[in-house]
Nanobody, 114 residues
Framework: VQLQACGGGLVQAGGSLRLSCAASGTRFALNAVGWYRQAPGKQREVVAR???????NYADAVKGRFTISRDIRKNTLYLQMNSLKPEDTAIYYCSLVKNRNQYWGQGTQVTVSS
């Protein structure tokens, strides 16, 4: 299983970005998937997840601003981020759980300037 994330960048507060994560070796539609982030000096935290039963959950800090989705045909996971805030600055990682193993993408940097 390999995950390749992209779409990060530098954006002003209030702006938007869309992160993408392409998978090889498995299908996003069959597994629990999610986006996580890690800010400097902080632990990695969950941002949004789609469980194996298709339930979607968001961290309180991003509810109403971020949307996780997946395109089954393209086998790609997305994170639409709107109304970005400086505190959203972090490295964002896509993740997939398969057979009780958790796989990670390489991370993509998101920087929000005030």
């Amino acid at each position: 299983v390999q995950l390749q994330a992209c779409g990060g960048g530098l954006v002003q507060a209030g702006g938007s970005l869309r992160l993408s994560c392409a998978a090889s070796g498995t299908r996003f539609a069959l597994n629990a998937v999610g986006w996580y982030r890690q800010a400097p000096g902080k632990q990695r935290e969950v941002v949004a997840r789609i469980s194996s039963d298709r339930t979607t959950n968001y961290a309180d800090a991003v509810k109403g601003r971020f949307t996780i989705s997946r395109d089954i045909r393209k086998n790609t996971l997305y994170l639409q981020m709107n109304s970005l805030k400086p505190e959203d600055t972090a490295i964002y990682y896509c993740s997939l759980v398969k057979n009780r193993n958790q796989y990670w993408g390489q991370g993509t940097q998101v920087t929000v300037s005030s």
